[in-house]
């Protein structure tokens, strides 16, 4: 069975930073692109960023580019996303999902549970 | 590419139909996803490829379109069908739609 858990949200200051991991299980991980959605509270779904299954391409929607960097480390069967200059804007609930192929390019079968980040001084 | 979704709220009688649609800025062909997502619950796909339902969604729930045009029908509406419904373009990067709230009239 296929389990994606979120980790590393929070608290964080405008300005600051902070960095997301999905733990991931119950399939080959490099096999898969993975991506990072979120939502903020009471608002519909953002795509955030992606990443191949080798690490080799990654892509950003232009709210977060510059400031969020994905990777992934394949032994470990993680994802990462490190958030840097961190607004107001950027608080929602961080889900990271699997999608169906090694490149990313479709829809997300398997999700996690999300982690929550909360930008407030 | 902007997705839209109409309408925003949806009030249907249990077993009553329930039309949702969605519309894209450009054609997307059939690469369209719907998503349902009850409150505090992570979003759970339900349909690919504009008509093909997921595993473990009852056949009450049919999506069809091509184009720019998609509609979600959920033929006789169950009390676990009260929800938010995205959808979701994949033609080009990913955008979804806002959403449509079904709720009990």
């Known amino acids: 069975e296929v389990h994606l858990l979120e980790s590393g949200g929070g608290l964080v200051q405008p300005g600051g930073s902070l960095r997301l991991s999905c733990s991931a299980s119950g399939f080959t991980f490099s096999d898969f692109a993975m991506v990072w959605v979120r939502q903020a509270p009471g608002k519909g779904l953002e795509w955030v960023s992606a990443l191949s299954g080798t690490g080799f391409s990654s892509y950003y929607a232009d709210s977060v580019k510059g400031r969020f960097a994905i990777s992934r480390d394949n032994s470990n069967s993680t994802l990462f996303l490190q958030m840097s200059n961190l607004g107001v804007d950027d608080t929602a609930v961080y889900y990271c999902?699997?999608?169906?192929?090694?490149?990313?390019?479709?829809?997300?079968?398997?999700w996690g549970q999300g982690t929550l980040v909360t930008v407030s001084s | 590419i902007m997705m839209t979704q109409s309408p925003a709220t949806l009030s249907v009688s249990p077993g009553d139909r329930a039309t949702l649609s969605c519309r894209a800025s450009q054609d997307i062909g059939t690469n369209l996803a719907w998503y349902q997502q009850k409150p505090g619950q992570v979003p759970r796909l339900l349909i690919y490829g504009a008509s093909t339902r997921a595993t473990g969604f009852p056949a009450r729930f049919s999506g069809s379109g091509s184009g720019t045009d998609f509609t979600l029908t959920i033929s006789s509406l169950q009390s676990e069908d009260f929800a938010f419904y995205y959808c979701?373009?994949?033609?080009?990067?990913?955008?979804f739609g806002p959403g449509t709230k079904v709720d009990i009239k």
């Open positions: 979701q373009q994949y033609d080009h990067w990913w955008t």
């Open positions: 999902a699997r999608d169906t192929s090694d490149f990313p390019s479709e829809y997300f079968q398997h």
